[in-house]
């Protein structure tokens, strides 16, 4: 009897310190919320936001192949004549695309598809093509030799604040599938100013 006593306090100890353990597990660390000019939404794990852009919302991911990161970015879509988000407006970005990025030979994109976001309506398509920035970089500051990087980037508009917008996510072609599921979660998460708010 007096051996049962000496070892239930041992074993209460221990239970104690493996209930305490699986506490612990279980909890998940606090999700990074943002919340910019009406819009709000989850940060990625593991991405940082690059206060240095100029967009209001400008993510960086965790890899990179060269100099070139997985980023997503929420922006005013640029469009000289303020027209507003459209799946014909969409269809013009995508001209504009082809015609700026089309002689490259690696170039090719997808059709504009409707989507929705926050259950507004959205409009997507994607595009490829040989980033070649890191040329101008590399003839203003020297530096070793660039490298020129094969890159996906998807582009979501939608309306909100009174003008379109735009959600982009955008990789080497090598980390694109990778980190997709990522910008596909951010834009589940996105939620838009209210409707009446301009």
């Known amino acids: 009897m007096v051996r ?6 041992m074993r209460n100890i221990c239970l104690m310190i493996a209930l305490a353990f699986c506490a612990c597990s279980r909890q998940q660390p606090p999700s990074s ?43 005013r879509a ?6 507003a988000a459209s799946r014909a407006v969409v269809e013009d970005f995508l ?6 990025l089309g002689q490259d030979p690696t170039f090719s994109s997808l059709p504009v598809k409707d989507i929705s976001v926050d259950g507004r309506p959205a409009w997507e398509y994607s ?21 020129d990087v094969n890159v996906r ?18 990789a080497p072609v090598s980390l694109y599938d990778k980190y997709r599921p990522t910008f596909d ?5 996105l939620r838009l100013p209210s409707p009446e708010t301009k």
Do not use: C
């Open 4 to 9: 049962v006593l000496e070892l239930r306090p």
């Open 33 to 75: 919320r943002f919340s910019i000019e009406g819009f709000s939404g989850e940060l990625p794990s593991g991405w940082e936001e690059d206060k240095g852009m100029e967009t209001p919302l400008w993510l960086r991911g965790p890899e990179r192949q060269h100099s070139k990161f997985p980023t997503i970015a929420l922006d």
């Open 78 to 83: 640029v469009d000289r004549q303020k027209r």
């Open 95 to 100: 001209k504009l695309d082809r015609a700026t």
């Open 127 to 147: 595009i490829s093509y040989l980033n070649t920035s890191q040329r101008a970089i590399h003839a203003l500051h020297g530096g070793p030799p660039p490298v």
């Open 153 to 170: 980037i998807t582009n979501v508009y939608f309306q909100a604040n009174g003008q379109a917008w735009e959600a982009m996510y955008s």
């Open 185 to 189: 979660r951010f834009l589940a998460d």
